[in-house]
């Protein structure tokens, strides 16, 4: 089987590179060798011929993305289409990474494969555009992850939460993070895993949430980073509207699968996913922190 991996520089797509290449044809595609947002540009898949077609492709910058809604329709919206469209023509399934913000926050507990959308922001409305696009192509897949970190780090970015919590704290920075916003922390390796699984079982074509389990608030998680790290830190909690933002952000957007479980299909608590990810990148030693 041969699968296009578009992103595969970025944080998930790195995570994804390295779990399904021993089993598989994999092919991974940079910016320099698509470009979503030209239909042109995206007949090269047609050159490579995959089974499977992942998109990680995203422009996720969200208080940006209310400043640049043409960008952020083109490439999360406009660019998922074009994939779904050249991927139906090839008869490869389409698998779409999408996004917690596709909800409203309004739920306060975990959204499932069931909850219907309702996003509040530019990126949310975009990407849950590029899920209905996707569903063009019958064979589909569409995975939601949320607050995503990877060793690889996110592009454009300039890395991801974690990192840039650990950066404040050599620095010794004072540190604000809010306390009222609710989310599942994502390990990309953990995620990928579960794609791979979601191909290698065949599992029915639809929604599955791909989140670790578990929940937490942004100072919790920054919390957490800093009692595994076991370093002192002048660590503040801050209320949303503390913080100016010019997107609206759902206050609970912690997502669960109740799909997964039914095909044996598990995903460990962010904690843990969080230990190894610090160990991974050097932060702490994992014999001492055992």
Same mark, same amino acid.
């Given at each position: ?8 520089n &970025?944080q998930?797509?790195?995570?994804l590179?390295k779990v399904l290449?021993?089993?598989y044809?994999? $092919? ?5 060798? =698509?470009?979503? !947002?030209?239909?042109?540009?995206c ?5 490579y011929?995959p ?5 990680t492709?995203?422009?996720? %910058?969200?208080?940006?993305c209310e ?17 779904? @469209? =050249?991927?139906n023509e ?6 779409? $990474?999408?996004?917690?913000y ?7 507990e975990?959204?499932t494969?069931?909850?219907i959308?309702n996003p $509040?922001? !530019?990126y *949310? ?6 899920? #209905? #696009?996707?569903?063009q192509?019958? %064979?589909?897949?569409?995975?939601? @992850?949320a ?5 690889a780090?996110?592009? &454009? ?8 919590? =650990?950066?404040?704290a ?6 604000a993070?809010?306390?009222?916003m609710w989310?599942s922390?994502?390990?990309t390796?953990?995620?990928? &895993?579960?794609?791979?699984?979601i191909?290698?079982k065949?599992?029915?074509f *639809?929604i ?17 980073i ?6 002192? @830190?002048?660590?503040t909690?801050?209320? !949303?509207?503390?913080i ?5 952000r759902?206050?609970f957007s912690?997502l669960?699968?109740i799909?997964?479980?039914?095909y *044996? ?6 904690e ?5 990810y ?10 001492r922190?055992?």
């Amino acid at each position: 089987m041969r699968i296009a991996i578009i992103g595969s520089n &970025g944080q998930l797509g790195t995570d994804l590179l390295k779990v399904l290449q021993d089993s598989y044809d994999v $092919i991974g595609l940079t910016h320099d060798k =698509i470009e979503i !947002t030209d239909y042109s540009s995206c007949q090269v898949l047609k050159e490579y011929r995959p089974d499977i077609v992942i998109n990680t492709a995203a422009f996720h %910058k969200t208080d940006q993305c209310e400043d640049d809604p043409l960008k952020t329709f083109l490439v999360n919206a406009i660019g998922s289409r074009n994939i779904a @469209v =050249i991927s139906n023509e090839i008869n490869a399934t389409t698998v779409f $990474i999408s996004t917690d913000y596709v909800f409203d926050g309004s739920k306060n507990e975990p959204y499932t494969e069931a909850d219907i959308p309702n996003p $509040i922001n !530019t990126y *949310g409305i975009s990407k849950l555009a590029g899920e #209905f #696009f996707t569903k063009q192509n019958a %064979k589909h897949y569409i995975i939601r @992850v949320a607050s995503l970190f990877g060793v690889a780090g996110a592009s &454009g970015k300039g890395g991801n939460f974690v990192e840039t919590m =650990i950066t404040k704290a050599n620095k010794k920075e004072t540190i604000a993070v809010v306390d009222d916003m609710w989310m599942s922390p994502t390990y990309t390796r953990d995620a990928a &895993g579960v794609i791979r699984e979601i191909i290698a079982k065949g599992l029915p074509f *639809g929604i599955y949430h791909a989140s670790n389990a578990g929940y937490c608030t942004w100072f919790q998680f920054a919390q957490e980073i800093f009692r595994l790290k076991g370093v002192d @830190v002048s660590l503040t909690p801050v209320k !949303t509207d503390q913080i100016r933002s010019k997107a609206k952000r759902p206050r609970f957007s912690a997502l669960r699968s109740i799909e997964l479980p039914k095909y *044996g299909i598990q995903i460990r608590r962010w904690e843990e996913a969080l230990r190894d990810y610090l160990i991974q990148k050097g932060h702490i030693d994992g014999v001492r922190c055992r």
